[in-house]
């Protein structure tokens, strides 16, 4: 009998996990791979629920794992939706939900094939699944406490494949191999205040500001790498909270977000930052506080083996060779590639976190299929 992946994607979508909620998500998972002999354990930290399964034998040197979270983002305004957010309801060959996309369905693709794989032919070797709570959230206490763990307890995997959505319009269009790191900075620009009557008894942060919002915004980061897009520096806000007229504010602050590529590292474009903001304050007089979190590094799989090996079992199934790409956001990948070579591929990802959030049932026995030959072919070679 095999796993329908339709099914257990419409029971995982019943599940309110909305994070860092588990919403009984895991606890489906562990029931229905537990049963198959897979060696599940709860890797629970902070609050946030995380599955590890392993089939196998512990450290073997052919240990295939795939990586995917069960949290989804809010629903937003349910009214908006024309079916109910957590009802899993099938219309017209599409099963509706929050998660139907991003990314239950890939969990539930890659579960249901992992658990076909290990009943109609065991492999010499082993397959781990590694499923968080907390993508969608802070990511601190959920795929980085799987690898902590399995760091811990000596449980490896030898590469992996990330179940998240990574085709723009297309079923098979396009897998990733890297991603771009993230950061963001927040500027806290301080003069002094004062009548707007009288500006040279102020101190005005606002000119200095937008000065340094236009030289960072303007800045060309670089023209891109072989492998990735030129890396990209938004301002997303601006702010005072000024509502007299008459009245030189003390403070503005600001926040840009830095997406880059592997021509730089976070520490790079920090010190970067800081040297703009030195340089904004000798100029102006005022002081400027900077905060910067980098969220991750930028990271690249070079094509190889296992990039050949999911390119061809999309294609044998789709029809469509993959694009190797590095756009996109981030992903727990970032966390992933200090452990072992990572590749990301899944569903088409149009509708992730929209209302009416929907996938066709046909990509989901697609996808299915798609990692079933991939686990054939890894444990073939």
Not at 169 to 176: A, H, I, T
Not at 271 to 299: N, P, Q, Y
Not at 343 to 359: A, P, R, S
Request: glycine share 10%; proline share 5%.
């Amino acid at each position: 009998m095999t796993t329908d992946p339709v099914q257990l994607t419409a029971d995982l979508i019943r599940c309110p996990s909305v994070t860092p909620a588990e919403g009984g998500a895991l606890a489906l998972l562990e029931g229905r791979l537990s049963a198959a002999g897979f060696r599940c354990t709860r890797v629970d930290r902070n609050g946030v629920a995380n599955l590890f399964a392993r089939w196998g034998d512990k450290g073997h040197a052919r240990t295939f794992g795939f990586n995917g979270h069960t949290d989804v983002v809010p629903v937003g305004d349910e009214a908006a939706w024309t079916a109910a957010p957590f009802g899993a309801e099938i219309r017209d060959g599409i099963l509706y939900g929050r998660g139907a996309t991003d990314m239950k369905s890939g969990v539930a693709a890659f579960a249901a094939a992992a658990v076909d794989f290990v009943t109609d032919t065991p492999p010499d070797g082993a397959i781990v699944l590694a499923i968080t709570g907390d993508e969608e959230g802070d990511a601190t206490d959920g795929t980085v406490a799987l690898l902590d763990w399995m760091a811990t307890e000596g449980e490896a995997m030898s590469a992996c494949l990330v179940g998240e959505p990574t085709c723009p319009s297309e079923m098979g269009e396009m897998m990733k191999i890297g991603r771009r790191g993230s950061m963001s900075a927040w500027f806290t620009v301080t003069g002094r205040q004062g009548h707007s009557a009288y500006p040279h008894r102020a101190l005005n942060p606002m000119p200095a500001m937008a000065r340094l919002m236009d030289r960072l915004a303007s800045h060309t980061l670089d023209e891109g790498t072989e492998h990735f897009d030129a890396s990209t520096l938004a301002v997303v806000t601006i702010d005072t909270g000024n509502p007299a007229t008459n009245v030189i504010p003390a403070q503005t602050r600001a926040t840009v977000n830095i997406r880059f590529n592997d021509t730089h590292s976070g520490a790079s474009l920090s010190d970067w930052l800081r040297a703009e903001a030195a340089r904004l304050d000798a100029e102006f007089g005022t002081t400027t506080d900077l905060r910067i979190k980098i969220s991750g590094e930028s990271f690249l799989t070079p094509p190889g083996a296992l990039s050949d090996l999911i390119a061809d079992a999309v294609t044998a199934e789709t029809g469509i060779t993959p694009v190797l790409s590095t756009s996109g956001g981030t992903s727990d990948a970032r966390f992933v590639k200090d452990h072992c070579p990572v590749v990301e591929f899944g569903l088409v990802g149009k509708t992730m976190h929209q209302v009416d959030e929907c996938v066709p049932v046909a990509q989901i026995d697609q996808l299915k299929a798609i990692y079933t030959r991939i686990l054939r072919g890894y444990f073939a070679a």
